[in-house]
């Protein structure tokens, strides 16, 4: 049996359709928001006129790509939340309207548990392996650090989080702070391969348990380059290489030290996997494979384009959802927090 889905994203900046065949891709398109650049970061309102203006052509050209008609979709599936409740309205009223008119299904998803559903997204021959239940997932973006353990499609626990910022808000307000534009996460890692890690040291808090704190880092950061600047105006100019490579492997490392803890906690050793947008990130995947060459991980790193924001994984979550027969209604309302 052959199930089209078509998944809609617009939980923060950026516009995204795919079309999934059971769990094969057939297209996956993004239109991103250059207009949040010079602020630093997403500014809400800006953000969901930028969906508003995105959705129509989006959603057009990856129907185009996958080669399909419309009147052959089987159901639409939507963010839900958590993420900025005007954006996540311009995708939820879409795929309301879009539903009712072409009287297909609406399904609902969790955008934490699309990242980590990610991984199931098969390859055209569907060899590419997959996870085993449970496993446990490392689910890290820019509003969003914690530790999860997945039963099952959607039976996740999660076991650890941040208490404050993000790994991925850690790896912007960084770059922030040394001038770099929005989004400063794949500054940071760009700007980091020519850089020497070990140069710089940053002070890393000691939090109890499988839970993390990335604020204190932040401040460390800041005061160090306060003090070096003092000296030398230029010091950040000078030295960005071994300030980014500096700060991304203390990020990574505070990451790979919790996922060692939360792996050793586990009676026997579970399948492990990073998921969301700073799972992109080139220092922590060769991290991960470090581990699975030295402590005998089987480990599942997404493709770059299911790493950040998607509707690819959208879709594959609602394809689960809907051979469960788990569908929404025209009432669904968006929700900004996890939950
Ligand atoms: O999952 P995502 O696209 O959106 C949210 O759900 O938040 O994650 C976005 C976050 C941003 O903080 C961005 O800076 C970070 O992921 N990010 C990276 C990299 N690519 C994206 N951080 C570090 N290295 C990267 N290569
Ligand atoms: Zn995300």
Request: proline letters at 6%; charged letters at 20%.
């Amino acid at each position: 049996m052959q199930h089209l889905i078509l998944g809609i994203e617009s939980s923060c900046d950026d516009t995204s359709a795919a079309i999934i065949r059971n769990d094969v891709i057939l297209s996956n398109v993004t239109a991103g928001q250059d207009v949040h650049r010079s602020f630093g970061g997403v500014v809400p309102e800006l953000a969901s006129r930028a969906h508003q203006q995105n959705i129509i052509p989006v959603i057009d050209t990856a129907i185009q790509k996958a080669n399909i008609g419309k009147n052959q979709l089987s159901a639409i599936a939507f963010t839900q939340g958590p993420g900025l409740l005007g954006s996540l309205l311009v995708g939820t009223s879409f795929a309301k309207a879009f539903s009712l008119g072409l009287n297909i299904p609406l399904i609902e998803v969790d955008h934490l548990q699309a990242h980590i559903l990610s991984h199931f997204i098969r390859n055209a021959d569907r060899t590419n392996p997959v996870p085993a239940f449970p496993f446990l997932c490392l689910t890290v973006s820019g509003g969003h650090t914690q530790f999860v353990m997945i039963r099952d499609y959607f039976d996740m626990e999660t076991i650890g989080q941040t208490i404050d910022d993000a790994a991925g808000e850690a790896f912007d307000k960084a770059a922030k702070i040394m001038g770099l534009p929005y989004p400063g996460g794949p500054m940071i890692d760009k700007l980091a391969q020519l850089g020497d890690p070990k140069r710089f040291t940053f002070s890393k808090p000691n939090i109890p348990g499988l839970n993390f704190s990335f604020s204190g880092l932040k401040t460390s950061f800041l005061y160090f380059l306060r003090d070096a600047l003092k000296k030398d105006p230029e010091f950040i100019e000078n030295n960005k290489h071994d300030l980014c490579a500096s700060i991304q492997s203390t990020i990574v490392e505070m990451l790979m030290t919790k996922l060692a803890m939360a792996m050793e906690s586990c009676p026997v050793l579970p399948d492990v996997a990073i998921a969301g947008g700073v799972s992109a990130n080139s220092g922590l995947r060769k991290a991960l494979e470090d581990a699975r060459d030295q402590k005998g991980w089987n480990i599942f790193i997404p493709p770059l384009q299911y790493s950040t924001d998607n509707a690819a994984m959208i879709a594959v979550a609602g394809y689960f959802k809907f051979l469960k027969g788990e569908f929404s209604c025209q009432s669904a309302t968006p929700y900004a927090r996890a939950h």
